[in-house]
């Protein structure tokens, strides 16, 4: 089993800055990549960036040159650090990991809101 807790949403302005943090215990050897998804009311549920386990990043264009992820891997913790952000980031955003043998994000965080509001 895969566990996956999350930290850190909340409301800001519009243009202001969060960081979110995602904890990995129990079976972290079959975690391939961590990465984070978002979904916000009405919407489909998007992919904003993933970190693989060779260390390649990849971001939704949505998101590019505003948003950061970052792993530290001696923690098993991802981080999405969040600036310049927009009422268009609105959503729940959720911590996945994806499993090394389906290649699938099987594995989801509990969600926390991130709310972007003047």
């Known amino acids: 089993q895969l566990q996956l807790v999350e930290s850190g949403g909340g409301l800001v302005q519009p243009g202001e800055s969060l960081r979110l943090s995602c904890a990995a215990s129990?079976?972290?050897?079959?975690?391939?990549?961590m990465g984070w998804h978002r979904q916000a009311p009405g919407k489909q549920r998007e992919l904003v960036a993933t970190f693989t386990n060779g260390g390649s990043t990849n971001y939704a264009d949505s998101v590019k040159g505003r948003f950061t992820i970052s792993r530290d891997n001696a923690k098993n913790t991802v981080y999405l650090q969040m600036n310049s952000l927009k009422p268009g980031d609105t959503a729940v955003y959720y911590c996945t990991a994806q499993d090394a043998m389906s290649g699938e994000y099987d594995y989801w965080g509990q969600g926390s809101q991130v709310t972007v509001s003047s």
């Open positions: 129990g079976s972290i050897s079959r975690i391939s990549a």
